[in-house]
């Protein structure tokens, strides 16, 4: 048998940022994804999920390696942008929704986070949250080598600030500081949100052009984070909105907020494995082989995702 891999390519925001409200957003530009499909496209065979999980349980043997395309949050780039590409070239992306999100018009933390870092110069808008939250001392504390594993794009302050922000601030403090920056600068969050993210309409839309949907949890938090009663409703409300408001699939998938393997507990993985989901996908980098664990699938940033023998 050939040593076959399953490489998958993690997304979030796609979209032509110089024309948009938030030029400052990192994501990938529309036509720079368009280009690294096509790229992708021609180096590997491009895999569905179930494809990939009959590889990774050893029923099915390609002749090239595989690639999988997912992509995080549930945004509505993901429906106006990408989905019309893969469709177009009959490839199947993955697509995981925070169900909060969808179903209550919530825009969630991290997400607000990003915004305002993208309308603000960041030394006015750190200052500012941390005064908000009343806990600007507690930023020195940040473990800096942690801080850049988990944003490895970001300068050292801003992987600082947003490992503070994610991980180590009391929830209710932050959400509290971030919500009134938000409106003070932003405005009403539900119509933020239903700018921001997919409807459960678009999402059976994109279902029924090939498109597979999993879970990304119910409010996006760090499911370490949580304790056993808080991470059981969440998981929970996440899986039962799904089912509820999308077509029936084969397999359900899921994807960690964060994904790193210190944002996640073997709790937290039995949970998502009883509700019945397929598999789950991390952040942690690296090629995928049979017999590796469903529930750690590794990813690929889209920013490093080049094929072989492409400059």
């Excluded at 879970?215 to 370490?224: D, M, V």
């Excluded at 964060?258 to 993985?269: C, R």
């Excluded at 991390?282 to 090629?287: D, F, I, L, R, V």
Aim: with cysteine; charged share 25%; hydrophobic share 40%.
């Amino acid at each position: 048998m050939a040593d076959r891999s399953l490489q998958v390519v993690m997304y979030h925001y796609v979209r032509d940022l110089p024309r948009t409200a938030f030029p400052r957003i990192k994501g990938m530009l529309s036509e720079d994804f368009r280009v690294q499909v096509d790229r992708l496209a021609s180096e590997f065979e491009m895999a569905s999920l179930d494809s990939a999980l009959d590889f990774l349980e050893g029923r099915y043997e390609p002749k090239r390696d595989l690639c999988l395309l997912s992509f995080d949050d549930g945004l509505k780039d993901h429906f106006e942008t990408v989905t019309p590409v893969l469709a177009e070239r009959h490839i199947q992306g993955v697509f995981f929704l925070v169900t909060s999100c969808v179903e209550e018009h919530r825009v969630a933390s991290v997400h607000k986070n990003h915004f305002l870092m993208a309308s603000l110069e960041f030394d006015e808008y750190r200052s500012a949250f941390l005064h908000a939250a009343g806990d600007g001392a507690a930023v020195a504390a940040v473990d800096t080598a942690i801080a850049q594993r988990t944003y490895p794009w970001d300068t050292r302050e801003v992987a600082v600030f947003k490992y503070f922000f994610n991980f180590l601030l009391n929830a209710e403090v932050r959400d509290r500081a971030v919500d009134t920056l938000f409106e003070r600068y932003l405005g009403r969050e539900d119509a933020f949100a239903r700018q921001l993210y997919l409807s459960w309409d678009e999402a059976k839309q994109m279902q029924r052009a090939g498109m597979s949907i999993g879970g990304h949890t119910h409010e996006h938090r760090p499911l370490a984070a949580l304790d056993h009663a808080a991470l059981g409703r969440d998981l929970a409300a996440c899986r039962n909105l799904l089912e509820q408001n999308l077509l029936p699939q084969r397999s359900w998938p899921f994807s960690y907020p964060y994904g790193k393997k210190d944002s996640f507990t073997e709790d937290a993985v039995r949970r998502v494995r009883a509700l019945g989901f397929a598999c789950s996908f991390s952040t942690e980098q690296g090629a995928n082989r049979p017999g590796d664990d469903l529930f750690a699938i590794r990813r690929i940033d889209c920013k490093v995702a080049v094929p072989k023998g492409v400059a």
